[in-house]
């Protein structure tokens, strides 16, 4: 796996030589985000040596290497699931390459399902903690010593320093936003009534299919890691509504204006630490 991460951070490297200090992940209907990125070099994930293609509508599968604030950022338009029927090594494989590359901060965004009553269809939230309910984690198997220790320890695994920033420059915003625990769960069906209900009961405040495994990857590699979760719908059975993808894509677009300046000025801030 060591061996795949540094032919795939290689390639990169010969089709624009980088050093980014940010990465980003840009979940379900996110990526007018990219539009903000200047000195953009776009490279397909196609391309990149060991990289799989994105399946999913709503995820582009591109790298985009550029700037933002003249903050050195690499992007990654679209992830990897595992209810595409992927293993968990290959889920969290972009993030352990950015690594690589040299990122030294994460920030993992996703659309979600909200499990807060008190969440709303285009609300943002910074991401505290999470509940891992896929039953799977990308760290299980032989313990690559290069890239951390056996058992990394999850108590922040969301930087309380980097979330204090998200919080500060949303408020200078304008916007209020909310912090909660996500709930990860492996899909690809929607959570029932009852599964929504379970997951409030157990302190989640939203839900979705992502995230978690490059948390936890990240994590085990020593980066500083935050989230950002769209909430684009409320959990079933919250509202008398069926749950459809592109709906979900909607909601995102609405999102759009306060994500993207969050993003821009949390980049700028986590900069200079």
Known sequence: MYEKLGKAAQYVQSVKATNPKVGIVLG???GVFVD???NKTIIPYSDIPHFKKTTVEGH??????????????AVLQGRFHAYEGLPMDEVVFPVRMLHILGIDTLILTNAAGGVNLNYKPGDLSI?????????RNPLIGPNNNEM???????????????NDIMKQVSLELGHNIHEGVYVGV????????????????????????STVPECIAANHLGLKVC????????????LDQKLKHEDIKDEAMKAMNH???????????????
């Open 227 to 238: 989230g950002i979760s769209c909430i684009t719908n409320m959990g079933a059975g919250i």
């Open 186 to 209: 492996l899909g690809p069906t929607y959570e029932t009534p009852a599964e929504i209900r379970m997951f409030r009961t157990l302190g989640g405040d939203m839900v979705g299919m």
């Open 148 to 162: 951390g220790p056996r058992f990394p320890d999850m108590s922040h695994a969301y930087n309380p320093e980097l």
């Open 127 to 135: 991401i505290k903690d999470h509940i891992n309910m896929m039953g």
């Open 36 to 38: 903000q990125i200047e």
């Open 28 to 30: 379900s209907g996110l």
């Open 259 to 273: 994500f993207t300046a969050l993003l821009n000025n949390s980049i700028e801030k986590f900069g200079k630490l």
């Open 60 to 73: 582009e599968g591109r790298l985009i290497l550029g700037t933002v604030r003249g903050v050195q950022v």
